[in-house]
């Protein structure tokens, strides 16, 4: 989840962060009508080979060519002939460009699941086991807010906002109200974590006729945290390691009918993110 970072002196500008805009996407300076070159056919640059064999593509088709050639020289050697060499080094081939499509993705980077919420995906798999249900990447319809992870069991309901905080910079709270990361205010975060499980909490309990409260939390990954659980504001912050602690330990307040039916309800009234399902 991304939102915007705030200075306690009221400036938004990191002195660490850089903009990850790719250079050519970068605002272009303003050019005076004198500086515009009178012709409009751009110079034509030649493409050396060296900067050719560095593109991607090149780079798998090259290191495919020397997998297959050593393949081949490796099995004809041994076999002492070379037409079961070129036999071997097709099928590396063929099995190298096999396992490349495979194991590309298709879904775009944005479509991604973070690091923070794969570990946090990891530690509620093990939940199963113990009676609860888990759904990820659930939005808020109306909204472009996002639920990372919702997690309904035993002991309640929970919505959990995964983070993955630069480990340079402190994690404090000021006043057992305000939470910050090094010189910055992470209120937004607050805001959006306590905000996404107050209307997911109002969507469910419309469905299932009586008012179910979803307990909302932040899971910070990357710099250590110096306490085990503290409610800002309404929203439980701990260390991202800590979260299938603080599920489970509070006391039972669901029957296993409940649980099915408010993960039915759930997966009705908060649709999956990116349409996954």
Same mark, same amino acid.
Request: proline residues 6%; glycine residues 6%; aromatic residues 6%.
């Given at each position: 989840?991304?939102?915007?970072?705030?200075?306690?002196?009221?400036?938004?500008?990191?002195?660490?962060?850089?903009?990850?805009?790719?250079?050519?996407?970068? /605002?272009?300076?303003?050019?005076? /009508?004198?500086?515009?070159?009178? !012709?409009?056919? +751009?110079?034509?640059?030649?493409? !050396?080979?060296?900067?050719?064999?560095?593109?991607?593509?090149?780079?798998?088709?090259?290191?495919?060519?020397?997998?297959?050639?050593?393949?081949?020289?490796?099995?004809?050697?041994?076999?002492?002939?070379?037409?079961?060499?070129?036999?071997? +080094?097709?099928?590396?081939?063929?099995?190298?460009?096999?396992?490349?499509?495979? !194991?590309?993705?298709?879904? /775009?980077?944005?479509?991604?699941? !973070?690091? +923070?919420?794969?570990?946090?995906?990891?530690?509620?798999?093990?939940?199963?086991?113990?009676?609860?249900?888990?759904?990820?990447?659930?939005?808020?319809?109306?909204?472009? +807010?996002?639920?990372?992870?919702?997690?309904?069991?035993?002991?309640?309901?929970?919505?959990?906002?995964?983070?993955?905080?630069?480990?340079?910079?402190?994690?404090?709270?000021?006043?057992?109200?305000?939470?910050?990361?090094?010189?910055?205010?992470?209120?937004?975060?607050?805001?959006?974590?306590?905000?996404?499980?107050s209307q997911a909490g109002e969507l469910i309990s419309k469905a299932f006729g009586r008012e179910i409260a979803v307990v909302p939390s932040l899971a910070i990954y990357g710099p250590p945290v110096p306490w085990k659980?503290?409610?800002?504001?309404?929203?439980?912050?701990?260390?991202?390691?800590?979260?299938?602690?603080?599920?489970?330990?509070?006391?039972?307040?669901?029957?296993?009918?409940?649980?099915?039916?408010?993960?039915?309800?759930?997966?009705?009234?908060?649709?999956?993110?990116?349409?996954?399902?």
């Open positions: 989840m991304d939102s915007d970072l705030q200075r306690e002196d009221g400036h938004n500008t990191s002195p660490i962060w850089v903009s990850d805009r790719p250079e050519d996407e970068a /605002p272009a300076a303003k050019k005076s /009508p004198a500086a515009t070159p009178a !012709s409009t056919y +751009a110079p034509i640059e030649r493409a !050396s080979v060296r900067a050719l064999l560095r593109q991607p593509r090149y780079r798998r088709l090259r290191n495919r060519a020397l997998l297959a050639i050593g393949v081949g020289v490796v099995v004809g050697i041994l076999v002492r002939d070379w037409r079961i060499g070129v036999t071997a +080094a097709i099928a590396a081939a063929i099995a190298d460009t096999v396992y490349r499509a495979r !194991s590309a993705s298709t879904v /775009p980077a944005w479509r991604r699941s !973070s690091v +923070a919420e794969r570990r946090t995906e990891g530690q509620l798999k093990r939940l199963e086991r113990s009676g609860y249900r888990t759904l990820h990447a659930r939005a808020i319809p109306g909204s472009e +807010a996002q639920i990372d992870h919702l997690v309904i069991g035993p002991t309640g309901i929970y919505a959990v906002d995964s983070e993955k905080w630069d480990k340079r910079l402190p994690v404090r709270v000021q006043m057992g109200k305000k939470l910050f990361h090094g010189p910055f205010d992470m209120k937004p975060r607050i805001t959006e974590a306590k905000l996404e499980a659980v503290m409610t800002i504001r309404g929203v439980d912050v701990y260390e991202g390691t800590r979260a299938r602690k603080w599920i489970t330990k509070r006391e039972h307040a669901l029957t296993e009918e409940e649980i099915d039916r408010l993960y039915e309800i759930a997966q009705s009234v908060l649709p999956p993110r990116y349409g996954d399902g």
